[in-house]
């Protein structure tokens, strides 16, 4: 079974060999889709494909800042490279000036080694396999760490949901006991009422009349529907979260028809203390939205 995790997180590592230090920090907040912003040393450029791959087999959603650092101790790999075929160029031209205008041929070895790309400076290419064996074993470091602090929190988080899923539960058996009992109150009193607005008369209220006017109260007042799918619902989000992984997504769905349900339900509400109630059901689908926004 896996655990469920938060889409905020923390992760860092040090680590390094062949006389280099890396040093790897993951950054998370919350977002729709999986969004990646990559920081690294120009250097370690060549290797952001290999992180970005990286990165996905532990991480499904969230908005990921990474920032890589560096320290390179061993000694400069620069080398200086002569272009012979530009001095070359340079020195003809020279040449083709001196005879067109006459002048004397000063060239010098020291001047025409100053013109621009005779000499560059380039940097011996290094070991990309030492390197990145090196990177990774870091990258993978912070991964796992930024993945223990997305769980810790994500544990609190279920935690928390299963207490306001079981808050939920009373909730929604109240409204379910309340409702019939409404219905019975409101024959009572139309019987009365009418007995009382009929007794001078003389004349007996129809016992069919009542009870088709119950009926049709009945049919608009109630709830039974809405009560099986948000008990379904509430299954749904408890089982979704025993058992764990990415259900960040479909926790949200499930909350958004727990939503719908409580609207209606509260639509239909003529009495009181089931208004009451399902006001306080959809205060509770309100605070499990936002908290399910938190999970991968």
Known sequence: MEKIRSMTGFGRCEAGGHNRKFSVEFKAVNHRYLETNIKLPRKLGVFESKI??????????GKVDVYVQLEDF?????TVHYNSAIAKEYYGY?????????LENDIRLSTLSRYQDVFTMEEAEENEDEIWEDLEECVKGALERF??????EGENLKKDLLEKLESMKE???????????????YRRKIT??????????????EESRLLTEVAIFADKVC???EIVRLKSHIDSMIQCLKAGGGCGRKLDFIAQEMNREANTTLSKSSDLELSDRAIELKTVIEKIREQVQNIE
Request: proline fraction near 2%; charge should be negative; avoid cysteine.
């Open 52 to 61: 970005r791959s990286l990165m996905k087999r532990y991480i499904e959603r």
């Open 147 to 152: 993945v223990e602090a997305r769980e810790e």
């Open 74 to 78: 061993n000694e400069s790999q620069e």
């Open 223 to 225: 709830v039974d529907e």
């Open 94 to 102: 020279l040449t083709q000036m001196a005879k067109e205008f006459g």
């Open 192 to 205: 009365e009422r009418v007995n009382e607005i009929l007794a001078s008369s003389g004349v007996q209220a």
């Open 171 to 185: 909730d929604v058996d109240f409204i379910e006991r309340r409702s019939p009992q409404i219905v019975e109150e």
